[in-house]
Every structure is written in C-alpha cells, then in structure tokens.
C-alpha cells in the first residue's frame, strides 16, 4: 500500500529561530527535547564545526534560561544530543578516545550519559559499544520508543557515501545495525534522520538531489502495513530552501518541527549606525547554522491511498 503526499497550505508555515536569545553564538545545531518541551539540548559550534560542545536550557514560566555547559564536555567535540524517552540517558557523538587514559581522539562514535532524574547530575560518557561504534564515524543517534536506534554511518559497504542505519534492541543489547533500504538511502548523501516515537515515520536529510531544492534538504518517508519503508519525499518549501537543512527534530505532542538552516535572507541596505549593522547581521536567517521550528503536523502530510 503506497502513500500519496497530501496537500498543506505550504504559504501558511510560518518559520521562526527557536530561541533569539541565541543570536550571539556563532553557530548552533541539532535539537533535542524533553517530552513537555521545558529542557532543551543542542550543539554550540565555531564557524568550521571543528569545536563543538553541548548545552542545556531549562524553560520556566515561559522563559528559556541561560545556556550551559553539561559537565562532560572536554577538549573533545561533543554534538547531536538526543534524549531517551524515560529521559534518563543522554545520547550523543565525540571523538573521545575510548580509553580514558588515552589522549588522541579517534573517529566518532555513538555515547551516552545517565541521571537518576531530571535534577540530578550527568555520569561520565559510555561508549554504546562496539554492536554499533566501528572504526568509522557514527552519527545523529535517535532513538524510537522501544530504544531502537537509528543513526548515521559512513560506511565503504552502504549505498552511498553517507547511509541511515537501523538496530533493534533486544532488551539486553543492540543487534547488529541493518542498512535501510533504497527508498531511504541512495548513492549520495542521506544523514540525520528523526524515528517518529512508534516508528511509523522517518524525516531526514538527502544531499543535492535532482528534486532538491539546493544543498541538503529534508526528506519524509512513513513504513507501511508490511513493516517497509516507502519512497521518501520532499517535504517542499519554505521549511527547505536553497540552503543547507538538516537535524531534523519533531515535537509529537506539540506538532513543532525544529531543524537546523544556514538559510540566508540578508540584502544590502543602508545602516545608521554600527549598532543596527550588528543587529541586522546576528538576527534570523545570516547564513550561519541556526536552529529554526515550523508548527505543522506532519503526521498529516501523507495520506494512505485506499
């Protein structure tokens, strides 16, 4: 049974940052939140991404607190937090060595950190382990209600350069990651993919594709009856644009989808002073790496044909 893309006012999305108060960090990325939306995790990076560090906000009475640094961030790169559903263990990807005592970082692999509850403190990282950390770099790790995991891996044997991974827990353990299938990877890019929570949908980004919009844009596919996933599609403009779109985060409860754009809308214009120049150049849409949500249901994008 196929799925058939059903019509959405596409000019009623309204595409606004996440968070204002960011606008002074130079570039951020990749959303994760708690189930009542009021703790938030993402990626502070430099310009090149080759510094990378993980921060929490709290939000109270309607307020974002100040972001801060979680407490097993080092002189490694930590990024692509993303929270399991009992919302004790913090997944994530570092190039830390996995020896402690070692000192070289390696490739990137998949971590995670636990807390005993939402106040309490942060264990040092866990290697996930090598069922699913390789000698190859692991990505993106998002994870379904019943802790299966989906991830990024480069990887000689997949598809293409850049492939979307799947392993089921077992109860005790991971089985050995399964490469999903052609309708979802090709021979080009496909990478950060968000498991909807009873797995009944994908959204994920594919790289300069012949129906893309421009750079990377975000693709949605839905499993069918049979369990398999269906041809993905675009999901269209203004959430994708010319520009890079990627670490796609969907808010079930609140029907909020949060992404990461280095969508740029800046034009030349006339300033007064410096101060408004600064103003103008750090707000919205610059060019750099920002987080950016879209209220839309995107359960109701896609329709079964009957």
């Known amino acids: 049974m196929a799925f058939s893309l059903q019509v959405v006012a596409q000019d009623s999305l309204v595409i606004e940052t996440f968070h ?13 939140l708690s189930k009542d939306a009021n703790e938030a995790f993402f990626t502070i990076q ?40 009992d919302e004790k263990k913090l997944f994530f990807v570092s190039n830390r060595p996995r020896d402690t005592h070692a000192v070289e970082e390696k490739n990137f692999d998949i971590w995670y950190v636990t807390r005993s509850s939402k106040k309490g403190p942060w264990s040092e990282p866990i290697n996930l382990g090598p069922a699913i950390n390789t000698s190859l770099d692991e990505f993106y790790p998002a994870l379904s209600n019943n802790n299966n995991l989906y991830f990024t891996l480069d990887a000689p044997k997949g598809m293409g350069k850049d492939d979307i991974y799947f392993a089921k827990w077992n109860g005790k353990g991971y089985d050995a990651p399964q490469l ?3 309708n979802i990877n090709s021979g080009g890019y496909e990478f950060n993919a968000f498991i909807a929570h009873d797995e009944s949908f994908l959204i994920y980004t594919k790289y300069n594709t012949e129906d893309g919009l421009g750079s990377g844009d975000l693709y949605i596919s839905r499993k069918n009856a049979s369990g398999h996933w269906e041809p993905a599609h675009n999901v269209g403009a203004p ?14 409860v609140n029907k909020t989808l949060y992404f990461t754009s280095k969508r740029n809308s800046l034009v030349m214009k006339d300033f007064k002073n410096i101060e408004e120049l600064k103003q103008y150049l750090n707000h919205g849409e610059n060019g750099i790496s920002k987080i950016y949500k879209v209220k ?3 359960e109701k994008m896609y329709l079964r044909n009957k």
């Open 20 to 32: 204002d108060g960011l606008d002074d960090f130079v570039s951020i990325r990749d959303l994760a």
């Open 46 to 85: 430099d310009v090149s991404g080759s510094l990378s560090q993980i921060v929490r906000m709290c939000k109270k009475n309607g307020q974002w607190s100040s972001p801060e640094l979680l407490s097993f961030n080092d002189g490694h790169s930590y990024l692509e937090p993303f929270l399991s559903v």
């Open 239 to 252: 959430i994708n644009s010319k520009y890079m779109e990627y670490c796609p985060y969907y808010d079930e």
């Open 180 to 182: 999903l299938n052609k």
């Open 296 to 298: 839309i249901d995107l």
